[in-house]
Nanobody, 117 residues
Framework: QVQLVESGGGLVQPGGSLRISCAAS????????LGWYRQAPGKQRELVAG???????NYADSVKGRFTISRDNAKNTVYLQMNSLKPEDTAVYYC???????????WGQGTQVTVSS
């Protein structure tokens, strides 16, 4: 089992920045993908950014150039640096992990990010 705990969400003004974190614990050996997803009220959950063990990253078009995903393997933590935030970035942000040999998706409990003046 893998446990994922997100932190760092909050209220930020448009144009501001925020960094959210996701700490992985438990049976973390074999994790090959860590990703950030978000879900706004009334909308489907969507991929924001992902990173694999090789360090390759991918981003949703809506956040390219503004968000950066990174991972600290020593701390078993993945980060999402969010700059130039917009009101449409308001959502609950979730962390997801995938492991080799498992079809199960591990999810965190989510952290709320609200962009508003």
């Amino acid at each position: 089992q893998v446990q994922l705990v997100e932190s760092g969400g909050g209220l930020v003004q448009p144009g501001g920045s925020l960094r959210i974190s996701c700490a992985a614990s438990g049976s973390i050996f074999g994790i090959y993908f860590l990703g950030w997803y978000r879900q706004a009220p009334g909308k489907q959950r969507e991929l924001v950014a992902g990173i694999n063990t090789g360090g390759s990253t991918n981003y949703a078009d809506s956040v390219k150039g503004r968000f950066t995903i990174s991972r600290d393997n020593a701390k078993n933590t993945v980060y999402l640096q969010m700059n130039s935030l917009k009101p449409e970035d308001t959502a609950v942000y979730y962390c997801k992990a995938l492991k080799h040999g498992e079809r199960y998706e591990y999810w965190g409990q989510g952290t709320q990010v609200t962009v508003s003046s």
